[in-house]
Structures are given as C-alpha cells and as structure tokens.
C-alpha cells in the first residue's frame, strides 16, 4: 500500500514464544490429556494490552499471538511461506484477565486459561478481519468483530495516542518535552500533534515489545 488508508484501523500482536508440553508430568495436563502448547503473559503487557484493548475498543484489535508449531523445520517453512502469522492463533488480553497461562492445541479452535480452565476463542487472523465490502471509497458496509467504527488517519492516530498515555506520567512528561523543542524548531502545529500520537503509541508498544500495524480497513487481507 503506498498512500495512507482513507479508513484506518490497528492490528496491535503482542508475539508469544510457546513451549510444547507433553507428558501426564506437565502443569496443566489435566486440561488437555494430550500434548499441547502454553505461553505466560507478563504483568507489564497484560496490563498495557488490556488497558489498550479496553480504550480502543472498536478503534483497535488487539491480541497475543503464538504459533502452534515446535520443531525448528516447522518454523522455518513457516518463515520461508511467509505464514507465521496466518498460522498463529490470537487470543484477547480480556480473556486471560486474572490468569498467568494460556494453553491450546491449535490456532482457529479454542484453549483454555489456567488455573480455571475456562475455553475462550484462539482465533486465526482471518477470522479477527472477515471480508468487507467497500460502499465507495471512504464508507464500509460491515465490521466484524472488534471493529465498532471506523475513522480517518488523523483521528486514528489522536484516539491511539490519548490512550497510550493513561497511567503512563513519564512518557506524558517526556511528550511535554518534545512539544517544547519541536515548537522551538519551529516545527508547524499541524505536524507536531500527529508526529507526539505517533510518538506515544510507539513509545506505549516498544516498551513491551509489542508490534503495530495501521491498516486499511478497505483494503486489507490476511496475506503474511
């Protein structure tokens, strides 16, 4: 895509390495009885992640994502395809809320989170954005899912940025900084505030590890 999207959404992955458990020995056995994958969620990301998942409800998706592959072969065929993502399975923040471990066998199915071992939805990441079919250039018939309502880049990137900065008082005083010195660069006001939004969201992301993509709701398919 080479011009910005006329209707933006975001693809927030926070990308999750799985161990591959087998054996009436591993934790969490009793959920499966049969060999299956589990990642732990960390306290910084659960928390940015459900707080963002939370405030951009409708303007944003976001999801962990882990492979369901265990052998070096398997990833890299994987890479090779250009498949990793599109064979991962994507699980809410929301669902793992007071819980540490996720399990699960496959992506597209279900797993269950531990210790209670209640089933949520492991989604592939073409079922996270369904087909859309575009009205005209700026209007979509149908969202799925996550996607609530829809906006142009400029708005976008005010919502992602407003929420990058809650419960985040350093980051809003280093950004209080940079406006400083951007202004004293005379750098002009219609760029400063969509160059600080970005700022923050990156910033926000970085710090946890996390990847963003700002998509074209028009335009974009599950292809990677």
Same mark, same amino acid.
Request: hydrophobic share 45%; glycine share 6%.
């Given at each position: ?29 009793h959920l499966w ?23 951009? +409800? #409708?303007?944003? /998706?976001?999801? &962990?994502? %882990?492979?369901?592959? $265990? ?6 065929? @994987? ?10 399975g994507h699980v809410?923040?929301s669902a793992l +809320? #007071?819980?540490? /471990?996720?399990? &699960?066998? %496959?992506?597209?199915? $279900? ?6 071992? @209640? ?106």
């Amino acid at each position: 895509m080479s011009r910005l999207p006329t209707v933006a959404v975001s693809l927030i992955l926070q990308f999750k390495r799985p161990e591959y458990m087998h054996g009436a020995r591993a934790s969490q056995w009793h959920l499966w009885r049969a060999p299956f994958y589990r990642f732990q969620r960390e306290r910084l990301q659960q928390a940015t992640l459900k707080r963002l998942e939370v405030t951009l +409800a #409708g303007r944003a /998706v976001v999801r &962990y994502a %882990a492979p369901a592959f $265990h052998t070096l072969g398997q990833l890299e065929a @994987a890479q090779v395809s250009g498949s990793v993502i599109s064979q991962s399975g994507h699980v809410a923040p929301s669902a793992l +809320a #007071g819980h540490s /471990v996720w399990t &699960y066998k %496959a992506g597209g199915t $279900h797993g269950k989170r531990n210790p209670d071992g @209640a089933a949520a939805r492991f989604e592939l990441l073409n079922s996270i954005f369904v087909s859309v079919q575009s009205k005209d250039d700026q209007a979509i018939d149908s969202y799925p899912g996550d996607i609530a309502r829809v906006s142009t880049v400029v708005d976008h990137m005010r919502d992602l940025g407003s929420a990058a900065v809650v419960r985040e008082p350093e980051l809003r005083r280093r950004l209080v900084q940079w406006d400083a010195q951007l202004r004293r660069a005379d750098v002009p006001e219609i760029v400063i505030r969509p160059l600080l939004h970005f700022a923050a969201v990156q910033s926000t992301l970085a710090r946890i590890g996390a990847t963003w993509w700002l998509l074209d709701a028009n335009e974009w398919r599950p292809n990677t």
